[in-house]
């Protein structure tokens, strides 16, 4: 063989960097750490027991784990075999968890037995899964048909040295499922390639470096992590895996193992910051903060607590990230509300053309205010829901990733989110952003939580309606509410038309599985609703 | 158009970033300051004006200019056209930059009047080219039967606007020649997809950033200048190009722009630091020093001058990053004479598989002790000498890409290189470093340069012979020169036949026309000699 080596972009080599820089770093999952050589030889050997059970390229491996340096092995082992990892959220329903795997059709599933009973709830109906490998911490490994072993056991037995072969970059490596819009849930895949270049542009646009300590706080069955997984061992830092997200123990591991790099959505920085022991400052914790738009006050208590902060931007089909901002503490001119907004909107990584379009696909100007859909091409973008080609031509209209995202392009070059485009309130033939609503209606000091929804109206098309969760003893009402948004309208900030007739006061937020508000349901929920009214409701989580 | 847009990896998409973050950067070249927007339309018009001269895919056009923003609009307009940028090393000879020239076979070239008088010398033997477009900065246009235009009215004539197209991200970007080897200059050649990908492993390695300030110190012919202006460009750095390499005006460029990102070789460091105004520290400023071993003196000049030093290593062939080092300010621990080590040598970039093979394509031990050759998989190694198949068998045998360089691997990971594999001593069947000794030598006080071949020798296959340049009224001899080797035979650094019968003093070493110590040269002029001799030589330089 004395020509050139055609160098595909493969998962496996994101792993030459650590194990060549001999870092000392680790993988740290509760009393057991591992060193990057401990690493490879333990994703050899996964590759190798899956291999032993018949998977090959094109086949799919599930996976229904806690984040720990397991999940870690099955981002790499499981691609590397050509196979494709199915990440599943096992936040979904039982009926939505069989969906997707029956639609999937994974030949072997890698589960906790943390997660039995949901097994036992869908094992009759499973119609591909020929094998189970369970993962036991403790205790027996369950008397199944499919049982092909204990995980660590068949780790044990494996072969460190299995040779992972060169195959095609545009070989699938993962899939999993988005419940985020309506209808069934949409299978996403990604191919090396994309993680591969994902990864690189990741790391260029977040400054993440060899030195850092990582911890994820978004669930590994959720969009890759955010991607930082395979970022952090491409760079060899120390990895922190926190099993199940349990308040008081995710505090003390960042502090601990002197986390320096993390990532979540909002409500879980709320619940971390709510936690015992969360009131010492974080010195040295760097932040991404995506999902959905962080309010004001919750930015705050993060700042104080020596939290720094970035923005980050993305969704489900593209990997996930295409912009992300400057941290908080380097965005330092002008006022701390500037710095806010600058630092939730972001700028594209490398590789990402992003434009904001109107309704006839034009690019809105790049004022600030002009709002308009997010598309966007990038070489990690999905190339097609799974089985699924009516939603995928959808999703690429025009040769662009629609994201059904409203934004904005603000005159330095960020994007500032102002809304979903199913979430904007079409009133008047004039779109009233939501989150903006949210953002001057949770300035009241009575107000704890907010969502803003659009509710079907004969004369204006939608109107807005405000849910409202109140403060412990706080004293407000719907005419407060509807004073602070008159306010706002007459500092020229809102059209005077975005003053709600409608406020519900309710207990809690309906959220989804990923904690994000659902206001799907809530447009469910208050669609049917006239007028003023209460509405007690315990709790919506799924 | 309602499906996926499969993104190819172009150089046209390294402009996206600093376009979208609307940087304020500019790229500047004498008094002419030129925004990003600036240089996008600049970009545009030269596309267009090449394409009516008939440049498309598969095309290539030559550039000869100074380091200037005009190269940098020819590194992005010409591979956007989808032809091949011919970076012309304008040091070389007429015979062998007409070589270069007919090899490659330009359709057009873009040439600076400062090198009218060597056009001149090859003009009437130019077997492809049709049209040049003159670069004038003051004067006529040369009258010639193949004269196109003038490089500015030709952009001002042309359409800011023009539309490049999408093509095969393997389609061929760059080609250029390398004369560090014996033979013919051979053409290396990189595609779209390498120098993307280039990019984006450079920028992580380096932590180049928005931030910084890049000027360029390694000529813009030179394997890209490193491809540090495409990273300075995806980026949105400032960008200051010092058109031709005059010391005091680089010192004052480099102070005055606040210049705190640049590179080059360590002859042209030592140029810099020897100019007038070089006496103040340069606050700021990193460098990265490759091309050859950074003598321990000029490292100290350049630390005390308050610059910090990154070692890189890479070739032609390699586009050419291969490894690069942390800072030295970084490298805090142990001595600075280990840290000085560790900064030569550096890690391999992401994606970068290197390894050090014994004489029989065997791992040599990480021990820091151990010599073999360096060789590579990446994926931005030339595929190809161009038109030179037998050369590309060598580069490739057994897959890898054979860098001739000898080196070993330290335990912590990183690379020292020790030697040319046509540079290294075998002697009675061992191998001794030409760079070890030079160091050795080197640290004698009356020593200013030194180079060590090796010297045929009947008995022992080869013997080293030390040429020496003496600083000015200093008193150095042979004796001087062998008793350093001696005693460090003694300590045990190198073996006790290392210890050089023949001592050559000389006025000044022979270099290369990139200003490396051409040792080529030296085995020609000093195998028929023998004995201890002077010889006057006044400058080797092409």
Redo the contacts between chains.
């Keep these: 063989?004395?020509?050139?080596?055609?160098?595909p972009?493969l998962i496996k080599?994101?792993l030459?960097?650590p194990l060549?820089?001999?870092?000392r770093a680790e993988i740290v999952y509760g009393e057991r750490r591992f060193t990057y050589p401990e690493l490879r030889d333990r994703i050899g050997r996964l590759g190798s027991a899956l291999s032993r059970l018949g998977v090959g390229i094109g086949d799919t491996v599930a996976v229904m784990d806690v984040d720990s340096n397991r999940y870690l092995e099955c981002y790499f082992a499981v691609p590397m075999l050509g196979a494709a990892l199915q990440t599943v959220n096992i936040r979904l329903s039982p009926d939505q968890v069989l969906y997707c795997l029956n639609h999937a059709a994974p030949k072997v599933l890698i589960c906790n037995v943390a997660f039995l009973p949901l097994f036992e709830a869908v094992r009759d109906k499973l119609t591909s899964v020929k094998r189970v490998i369970w993962i036991c911490e403790s205790g027996p490994v369950p008397d199944d048909p499919r049982t092909a072993g204990e995980y660590e056991a068949s780790l044990a037995n494996a072969d460190p040295e299995h040779a992972f072969l060169d195959f095609d970059e545009n070989t699938r490596a993962t899939i999993f499922y988005t419940t985020g819009t309506t209808g069934l849930p949409k299978g996403v895949t990604f191919t090396h390639r994309q993680l591969?270049?994902h990864t690189?542009?990741e790391?260029?646009a977040t400054?993440l470096?060899a030195n850092d300590v990582y911890m994820p706080l978004t669930p590994m069955f959720h969009v890759h992590a955010w991607g930082f997984p395979y970022s952090a061992t491409?760079?060899g830092c120390t990895q922190i895996y926190p099993g199940q997200y349990v308040p008081a123990k995710l505090v003390e591991l960042l502090r601990n193992e002197r986390v320096t790099f993390t990532h979540c959505v909002p409500t879980v920085l709320q619940m971390v910051l709510g936690a015992p022991g969360a009131d010492a400052p974080f010195d040295g914790l760097r932040m991404v903060i995506g999902g959905s738009a962080l309010p004001r006050a919750l930015c705050d208590a993060a700042l104080e607590r020596g939290i720094d902060i970035y923005g980050g931007y993305g969704m489900s089909e593209t990997c996930p990230v295409l912009t992300c901002s400057r941290a908080i503490s380097e965005l330092a001119a002008g006022t701390a509300d500037e710095a806010i907004t600058r630092m939730k909107a972001g700028?594209?990584?490398?590789?990402?053309?992003?434009r904001v379009m109107d309704g006839d696909f034009r690019d809105v100007p790049?004022d600030g205010v002009t709002q308009g859909e997010v598309v966007a091409?990038?070489?990690w973008?999905?190339?097609?829901y799974h089985e699924n080609p009516e939603a995928?031509?959808?999703l690429?209209?025009?040769?662009?990733?629609h994201t059904q995202d409203i934004g904005v392009i603000h005159?330095?070059?960020s994007l500032q989110i102002t809304d979903r485009l199913k979430d904007v309130i079409k009133t008047g033939g004039e779109w009233i952003s939501s989150l903006e609503l949210e953002s001057i209606i949770g300035r009241h000091a009575g107000v704890a939580e907010v969502a803003v929804i659009g509710v079907p109206d004969s004369k204006w098309g939608e109107r807005p309606a405000a849910i409202v969760v109140a403060r412990p003893e706080a004293s407000v009402d719907a005419s407060h509410v509807r004073d602070m948004v008159r306010q706002a309208a007459e500092a020229g900030v809102v059209p005077k038309y975005a003053v709600p007739e409608r406020v519900h006061f309710v207990e809690a937020l309906p959220k989804t599985s990923v904690g994000k508000i659902d206001k799907k349901r809530m447009r469910v929920l208050f669609t049917a609703e006239t007028g003023e009214v209460d509405v007690a409701i315990t709790s919506f989580r799924a």
Excluded: C, F, S
């Excluded at 063989?1 to 160098?7: D, H, L, V």
């Excluded at 700028?347 to 992003?354: A, G, K, N, R, T």
């Excluded at 690429?396 to 990733?401: A, D, K």
């Design positions: 063989m004395n020509e050139a080596y055609q160098y972009l080599q994101l030459l960097t060549a820089h001999k870092t591969v270049l690189l542009a790391v260029i400054r470096t491409m760079l700028q594209p990584l490398p590789l990402v053309e992003m790049h091409r990038a070489p973008l999905t190339a097609t995928t031509r959808a690429w209209e025009n040769g662009y990733l005159p330095d070059g």
